[in-house]
């Protein structure tokens, strides 16, 4: 992504830079968190590295993808195990268990 170095714009009175194909400013982008291209990256690349830098602790996504994508994981194991238990107290005549099973199930599967 940062392959195209790219030169910014100073506005002199301000000594404020510019992205030179958008023309967002580097305090527009500190203020809203929201680059206007993809050269922005490139144009502002250290200035938006210390920023993050300073408020997350690090410059690296991890987003929270992952971290759904686990919790769906453990919740779809959880209703298997369940489903298993509900299956064994349906064997052993035990309905009002298997109910309340069930009942868990349903709730774990409207968390997904």
Request: charged share 30%; hydrophobic share 30%; aromatic share 8%.
């Given at each position: ?5 790219s ?73 298997r ?32």
């Open positions: 992504m940062f392959e195209y170095y030169k910014t714009e100073t506005l002199d009175e301000t000594n404020e830079q510019f992205c030179d194909v958008c023309n967002t400013s580097l305090t527009d982008i500190l203020n809203t968190h929201v680059v206007g291209c993809s050269n922005c990256y490139t144009a502002f690349k250290e200035q938006i590295k210390e920023y993050l830098a300073k408020s997350q602790g690090a410059c690296n996504h991890v987003g929270k993808l992952a971290i759904r994508r686990v919790s769906r994981q453990k919740i779809e194991n959880d209703i195990e369940l489903e298993r238990q509900k299956q064994e107290a349906v064997e052993n005549e035990n309905f009002i268990v298997a109910e309340s099973i069930k009942n868990q199930i349903e709730k774990l599967r409207g968390s997904i």
